[in-house]
C-alpha cells in the first residue's frame, strides 16, 4: 500500500494484497537451516550422508559402509584412540602407515555449512597432507559442529584449544574424483567420504 493511501485512508485494492509465496527477484533469499544448508552443499560436493539418531545406528552404518566396500579384513588408518575405543567391537587393523590402509577414520573440527567441507586439524591428520591419506575417509561428527562458515570454525579451533591451537589446519571439500579439473580445484585432494552424523542436539 501507498503512503498516499496510509495518509488519506484509502481502501485497499485487490493489487495490494501480495501473497507471500511471490517473491521478488531482488528479494533476499530465504535463510536455510545451518544442517539443511550443510546437507546441501556436502552432497553437491559429492559426499555420502549419513544421519544416524543414536550410536547403534552409527555402528550399523559402519558396518553397512565396511561391507559395502569390502573393507572388512582391509587396514585402517586410525590416529585417535578415542574412535579405536569407540569401535572396538569391529577389531578394526589399523596401522599407522596410511599407503597400506584402505581408508582413513577420523573425526573433524567442525562441519561447515557455507560450502559443505569439514574443518580439520592436526587434532585429526597430525602433520600429513591430505595427498598423502588413503583415498576413503569415514567422518564420524555430530550435530553440535555445524558452523556456518570456516571464520566461526577457526574461531572455534582457537576457543577449544586455548592451552596449545592445533596445526595443519584445512579443509576437505571434493568428495569425489574430478574429470575435468579446473583453476578452482587445483592442488585439491579428492577424497571419497563417507560422514557418519549422530544427533547429539
Known amino acids: 500500500m501507498s503512503l498516499f493511501r496510509k495518509i488519506f485512508g484509502l481502501k ?26 550443510f546437507t546441501i552443499n556436502f552432497k553437491a560436493n559429492g559426499g555420502k550422508f549419513l544421519y544416524c539418531e543414536n550410536m547403534e545406528e552409527i555402528y550399523k552404518s559402519l558396518k553397512n559402509i565396511l561391507q559395502e566396500n569390502n573393507w572388512e579384513d582391509k587396514k585402517v588408518f586410525l590416529l585417535d584412540s578415542r574412535l579405536k575405543e569407540l569401535f572396538k567391537d569391529f577389531e578394526l587393523k589399523d596401522s599407522k602407515q596410511p599407503s597400506e590402509c584402505e581408508y582413513f577414520l577420523s573425526t573433524c573440527e567442525y562441519l561447515i555449512a557455507d560450502d559443505g567441507s569439514l574443518l580439520i586439524s592436526s587434532n585429526q591428520i597430525a602433520e600429513k597432507k591430505l595427498r598423502d591419506l588413503p583415498p576413503n575417509f569415514v567422518i564420524y561428527a555430530t550435530t553440535s559442529q555445524f558452523v556456518e562458515n570456516i571464520g566461526e570454525g577457526l574461531r572455534g ?36 567420504l563417507y560422514l557418519l552424523l549422530l544427533e547429539d542436539l
Open 12 to 37: 485497499n485494492t485487490p493489487e495490494d494484497n501480495i501473497k507471500s509465496e511471490e517473491r521478488g527477484k531482488y528479494m533476499p533469499e530465504i535463510k536455510l537451516p545451518i544442517d539443511e544448508k
Open 157 to 192: 579451533i582457537k576457543n577449544n584449544n586455548k592451552d596449545r591451537i592445533p596445526t595443519n589446519i584445512t579443509t576437505i571439500k571434493h568428495f569425489k574424483t574430478l574429470e575435468d579439473k579446473d583453476f578452482l580445484t587445483y592442488g585439491s585432494s579428492s577424497k571419497n
